[in-house]
């Protein structure tokens, strides 16, 4: 399993650890995964995501789930959060 957000592609940063005498050993910056799961409105159904923690935050303000995926870049996207903003956007044109 990779240490990538599925929904924001936030993903581990590499750097410096730099000491008093500003002497740098390379360090990882890891983010703050968490297994959630998330309900879709339009599928009616749960999903199992593993976001951050700061992706979480940002699904909740763009309300909900289904108004965070339709406005996600793909290229971003896990394969499987792909594949669940195709089936939102066919059920969603099947209803208007």
């Known amino acids: 399993m ?3 957000c599925e929904l924001t592609g936030k993903a581990v940063l590499s750097g410096h650890l730099v000491s008093h005498s500003n002497r740098k050993t390379k360090r990882k910056f890891l983010p703050n995964l968490c ?7 339009t599928l009616q159904r749960s999903v199992r995501f593993r976001i951050a923690a700061a ?3 940002s699904v909740e303000h763009r309300g909900g789930l289904d108004a ?8 971003e996207l896990s394969q499987g959060a792909r594949q669940l903003k195709r089936e939102i956007e066919k059920k ?3 209803a208007s």
């Open 2 to 4: 990779s240490r990538r």
């Open 92 to 94: 969603m044109a099947a």
């Open 55 to 57: 992706s979480l935050r």
């Open 68 to 75: 965070f995926l339709i406005k996600a870049r793909d290229g």
């Open 35 to 41: 297994n959630v799961t998330l309900q879709s409105e």
